[in-house]
């Protein structure tokens, strides 16, 4: 993702608080009685405001590269 945000020119200051904000996620996993602490490597926030713009560029960009490398299907 960050390779794409720079491809399309987003500030690198923006790009670093993008990937400060993912970085180093957990969460809480209760089982029974015992509660631990886990690593999230990959996916999003849930709720984050930023996901929808995030997607967009995503999708466009491999989008894109359906039609520059003629790859994808018609529906």
């Known amino acids: 993702m960050m390779k794409i945000l720079k ?6 200051r923006d790009r670093r608080i993008i990937r400060e904000l993912y970085k180093h996620q957990t969460t809480s996993l209760k089982i029974k009685e015992s509660k631990r ?3 999230i490597r990959i996916g999003v926030r849930q709720g984050c405001n ?3 713009f995030l997607f967009n560029i995503y999708i466009e960009q491999a989008i894109n590269e359906c039609k520059e490398y003629g790859t994808g299907m018609k529906v």
């Open 7 to 12: 491809k399309i020119k987003i500030d690198y």
């Open 37 to 39: 602490e886990a690593a």
């Open 50 to 52: 930023l996901l929808p």
